[in-house]
């Protein structure tokens, strides 16, 4: 059975975290909550506003975010290379097998 808390307490979460220097699995055990349930009150109260999740988040993370996608982009291309190779090498010995 899901739990009821009122509007006023949401609001006091969410400003605990706007408030920056603590994550939602912080604030969530400090008062017995789920980190998510902290986290879809934070992007609830973003919607309502009309902002991005992003925007309300505390602190400059662009930084963290493009390395990240530095490091996935370069993980896709050697996958990438790994499947072509992969696949040259099916070619070959499908080619070998058929002789």
Not at 13 to 38: H, P
Request: charged share 35%; net charge neutral.
């Amino acid at each position: 059975m899901a739990s009821r808390f009122s509007q006023q307490f949401k609001t006091q979460i969410v400003e605990l975290f706007r408030q920056g220097g603590r994550t939602f699995k912080d604030i969530a055990e400090e008062f017995d909550l789920s980190a998510t349930t902290v986290a879809n009150w934070v992007r609830e109260d973003a919607n309502a506003q009309g902002k991005l999740l992003s925007e309300t988040v505390p602190g400059d993370r662009s930084r963290d975010d493009k390395a990240e996608i530095a490091d996935l982009k370069r993980q896709l291309r050697q996958r990438e290379e790994e499947l072509e190779i992969l696949g040259k090498a099916l070619a070959f010995f499908a080619r070998r097998r058929d002789q």
